[in-house]
């Protein structure tokens, strides 16, 4: 599954006479089946907002996100917002995880929404947390978990809803250096067992480097595709 993002165009009206807020200026980009691209850019470039269009939980003002088939043909899905919810899942920064759900039921939460049933939510909970190296922890609250582990449940969650797109917003941002590095690798690890297409927003250059295929840099101001960048020396597992 290929993303297209063509001329994506979002103001935000920020209210009272104020000038609008032009987030993104007509950005196009794609990401290749089974690509890990990384979005990269200064804090403000509309990384956040981008990945919001993508994940279809925002309308662009002009422009169009599009999710095709290996093939060429359009995904089944919906256009539009409906093709983004149907399609990807996002990992985020401050893991957003429900602080008064198991880290089984937070994996699984995806799944209930859904409708599927709890024999099936319970295996596919077992199967991602320990994708994760999570599965001793199923019956613990979010609260008992360090950092990393919060985001291997935010990975895990986002995963449990068999996604085409595995979309994430600085999933690394909140960490500290090491245990940063060691998600990293599993990130990789993750992606090269899964196939997944990655979309991953970071305006960290060692870690866009170190993750992906490509580099879209975003510019300040306004958000413009400044320059993308084909990751020439590889990752380790090169
Ligand atoms: P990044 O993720 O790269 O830090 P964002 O996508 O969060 O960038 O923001 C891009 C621009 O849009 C910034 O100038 C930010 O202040 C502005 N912005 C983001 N969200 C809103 C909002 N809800 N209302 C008004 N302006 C916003
Ligand atoms: P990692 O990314 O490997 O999880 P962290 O820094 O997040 O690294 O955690 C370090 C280690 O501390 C974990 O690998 C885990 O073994 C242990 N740990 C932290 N909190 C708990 C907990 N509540 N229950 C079990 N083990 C824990």
Wanted: hydrophobic residues 45%; charged residues 25%.
């Amino acid at each position: 599954m290929r993303i297209e993002v063509d001329g994506v165009r979002v103001e935000y009206a920020s209210g009272r006479g104020r000038e609008p807020v032009l987030a993104l200026d007509g950005v196009s980009f794609e990401v290749g089946s089974g690509a890990f691209v990384a979005l990269l850019g200064p804090s403000g470039c509309g990384k956040s907002t981008l990945l919001a269009v993508v994940a279809g939980l925002m309308a662009p003002s002009a422009g169009e996100v599009r999710f095709v088939e290996e093939g060429g043909r359009p995904a089944a899905g919906g256009d539009g917002m409906g093709a983004g919810q149907a399609l990807s899942a996002v990992v985020f920064q401050e893991f957003a995880l429900f602080p008064w759900r198991t880290v089984m039921d937070n994996v699984t939460f995806g799944l209930e929404v859904r409708g599927v049933g709890s024999g099936a939510r319970r295996e596919a909970g077992r199967r991602y947390l320990e994708m994760v190296g999570l599965g001793s922890v199923a019956q613990r609250l979010p609260a008992e978990l360090s950092g990393g582990m919060k985001q291997r449940v935010g990975i895990a969650r986002a995963l449990a809803v068999e996604p085409r797109v595995l979309l994430m917003d600085e999933p690394l941002s909140a960490l500290d250096a090491q245990t940063r590095a060691l998600l990293q690798q599993d990130l990789l690890q993750l992606w090269e067992r899964t196939g997944k297409t990655v979309l991953y927003v970071t305006h960290n250059i060692e870690e866009a480097a170190f993750l992906s295929d490509r580099v879209v840099v975003l510019s300040r101001r306004p958000g413009r595709v400044k320059a993308e960048v084909v990751v020439p020396f590889g990752r380790p597992r090169d």
